[in-house]
């Protein structure tokens, strides 16, 4: 798997002796257990890939995505958000986002596309979220610095990490390996982030800090 133990270490969180039986000092490459020192995984569909693919690199800052939501989820939850629910549908959406990325359409069965396909309704859902949201808050008139309470500021971060995780995407999704609904997916989460950012600190009464030009 895309795992970094995937068949390395033993029962009890050990690593495995090197099975071409390298005992003392030698090259450093000698003494890496197998998995590492070959540099591949598999994707769902069971083809081996060099772990620097683009669709590893998807996944990873697709997982890197739901790690800072759920940050902002936890300082969310602290000030007592109700859209707290909101975010922890999303991280289970990007699971799913990731179960797509991981079954490349050029080597998918019918059965792996059944298990992993990607609908337009999340799409929907979340810009009736934004909807909702951008209705209840002031005009936009100047350019927001990530910031507003450590809510706002933490979701301005995941909003930027989901920006880098839909230009990870979208070469896939135009080379015909991912649905075109997970980009667009992505490409709504990160307004709907944006918006959430500007509310949670609304709802704090914080101040949302706006870019000055320096003095020359």
Same mark, same amino acid.
């Given at each position: 798997?895309?795992?970094?133990?995937?068949? *390395?270490?033993?029962?009890?969180? %050990?690593?495995?002796?090197?099975? @071409?039986? /390298?005992?003392?000092?030698? =090259?450093?490459? #000698?003494?890496?257990?197998?998995?590492?020192?070959?540099?591949?995984?598999?994707?769902?569909?069971?083809?081996?890939?060099?772990?620097?693919?683009?669709?590893?690199?998807?996944?990873?800052?697709?997982?890197?995505?739901?790690?800072?939501?759920?940050?902002?989820?936890?300082?969310?939850?602290?000030?007592?958000?109700?859209?707290?629910?909101?975010?922890?549908?999303?991280?289970?959406?990007?699971?799913?986002?990731?179960?797509?990325?991981? *079954?490349?359409?050029?080597?998918? %069965?019918?059965?792996?596309?059944? @298990?992993? /396909?990607?609908?337009?309704? =999340?799409?929907? #859902?979340?810009?009736?979220?934004?909807?909702?949201?951008?209705?209840?808050?002031?005009?936009?008139?100047?350019?927001?610095?990530?910031?507003?309470?450590?809510?706002?500021?933490?979701?301005?971060?995941?909003?930027?990490?989901?920006?880098?995780?839909?230009?990870?995407?979208?070469?896939?999704?135009?080379?015909?390996?991912?649905?075109?609904?997970?980009?667009?997916?992505?490409?709504?989460?990160?307004?709907?982030?944006?918006?959430?950012?500007?509310?949670?600190?609304?709802?704090?009464?914080?101040?949302?800090?706006?870019?000055?030009?320096?003095?020359?």
């Amino acid at each position: 798997g895309s795992g970094g133990g995937g068949g *390395t270490e033993g029962a009890r969180g %050990r690593a495995r002796p090197d099975p @071409r039986g /390298s005992a003392g000092p030698g =090259p450093a490459s #000698e003494r890496l257990p197998r998995a590492f020192s070959k540099g591949f995984s598999s994707t769902f569909t069971g083809e081996r890939r060099p772990k620097g693919d683009r669709i590893f690199e998807a996944l990873g800052a697709t997982d890197e995505l739901s790690s800072a939501i759920g940050l902002a989820g936890e300082f969310s939850s602290e000030k007592g958000h109700t859209f707290v629910e909101q975010l922890h549908k999303v991280q289970c959406m990007l699971q799913d986002v990731g179960s797509n990325i991981a *079954t490349p359409l050029s080597s998918a %069965r019918e059965a792996h596309l059944k @298990r992993t /396909s990607f609908s337009e309704k =999340p799409v929907l #859902e979340l810009e009736q979220w934004i909807d909702s949201y951008s209705e209840q808050l002031p005009p936009l008139r100047a350019f927001i610095l990530p910031s507003g309470g450590k809510s706002s500021a933490a979701l301005h971060f995941s909003r930027a990490v989901c920006r880098r995780a839909e230009r990870c995407v979208v070469p896939l999704v135009q080379a015909g390996e991912a649905d075109p609904n997970v980009a667009k997916y992505l490409n709504r989460l990160s307004d709907y982030l944006f918006v959430l950012a500007r509310y949670a600190a609304m709802k704090e009464g914080k101040e949302e800090k706006i870019y000055v030009k320096p003095e020359p």
